[in-house]
């Protein structure tokens, strides 16, 4: 994996710390593939949701949700039962799969932790504050938000990087990575 100008991308560094519990991941499969490869160790069970999650979640021994978005009632039955409680749940999600959010946030424990990330164009003109519903008062949310890095897009390595960073930096409301998108806060809601 390169970045722009042929240089080594860098790969997302190892977690450290307690685990991190029953972990479910919806958009995992694709940028932040090297993510969920660092995650996988750190927990107890990971259940990866994508329309075909079944080679990497073997590959890192995750459990494979098979889940299309665009197909609201296979969706619904598709997700674990309600009383299967997860302590984080990570998302990234089109416009068109937001409905998914709050089926997926009723499923953490009360004090669980969901971790939204959002790409670039979901920020132009606070679209933002529309496109998430809220959180349910007993989940702590954060959101990773991409931008670019000067003018090329982000890598791959570089988006499971910030997911990362979001994971062992609990206290953090927001993460950006690369530049913050024009008209974007350095901390955005701060």
Known sequence: MTEAGGRPAKRPGALSGPSLGRVFVIGGTGMLRDACGAIAPRCESLVMAARRPQVLAEKIG???LVLDWSDRP???????????????AISWLHRDGLWLVPHLEARLRPGGRSIRIHSSAALADGALA??????PPQVRRQRVLLGRRGTRWLTDAEISAG?????????????????APRGVPEEPGR
């Open 62 to 64: 995750a459990t494979a």
């Open 74 to 88: 296979a969706a619904a039955d598709a997700l674990p039962p309600m009383e299967s409680r997860f302590d984080l």
């Open 130 to 135: 529309r496109i998430d519903p809220p959180a």
């Open 163 to 179: 997911l990362l960073e979001a994971i062992a930096t609990p206290e953090r409301d927001v993460l950006i990575v690369g530049d």
